[in-house]
């Protein structure tokens, strides 16, 4: 995670942090209705044995797992990745709207192009209609941390349990 809003870096300097506990604690003091929503999400995801790291989003490590065939299923900015406009609610706003966060899936790396395969729900995204497209790797690292002011910067990697430890 790159989410500092939610999560301290202090708590990732050493192995035996309760990230529960932490986020518990936490919630005493932000209250916001957002922050207690993704704070209850992830407690709920550790306690059913996710794991939570805090890593450096590099090329490196988006290549790592797609290199090997494992999907990336990720939260990120999609007025950045787009190019597009602001938004209130569903309507495009330069002016009065806000950054809007998407969640897509990394399927695919072009090491000639340093180019990432997208696999995107949104039918009406500027790229293709087909839902699958590419992008350089450099703005959909971009992308991702600046989905941290939506609150939806976010990077699952899903693997079977015996798998997990593996990486």
Not at 2 to 18: E, G, I, R, S, Y
Not at 50 to 76: A, F, Q
Not at 131 to 145: A, G, M, P, Q, T
Request: charged share 30%; glycine share 6%; with cysteine.
């Amino acid at each position: 995670t790159c989410n500092l809003q939610l999560f301290d870096p202090t708590w990732f300097a050493k192995d035996n942090v309760n990230l529960c506990r932490k986020l518990q604690k936490q919630q005493r003091y932000k209250k916001e209705r957002k922050m207690t929503r993704e704070s209850r999400a992830f407690m709920d995801f550790l306690k059913l044995g996710g794991r939570v790291r805090m890593e450096d989003l590099t090329r490196d490590l988006i290549r790592r797992y797609l290199r090997k065939g494992i999907p990336i299923l990720t939260g990120l900015s999609s007025t950045f990745l787009y190019r597009s406009a602001r938004e209130t609610g569903e309507v495009f706003d330069d002016l009065k709207g806000k950054p809007s966060g998407h969640f897509v899936v990394l399927c695919g790396y072009d090491k000639k192009t340093k180019h990432v395969r997208i696999a995107d729900p949104f039918g009406r995204n500027p790229y293709s209609p087909t839902l699958k497209y590419e992008v350089h790797i450099d703005r959909v690292i971009c992308s991702i941390l600046l989905g941290a002011y939506t609150y939806d910067a976010n990077f699952l990697i899903i693997r079977p349990k015996d798998q997990s430890r593996a990486m």
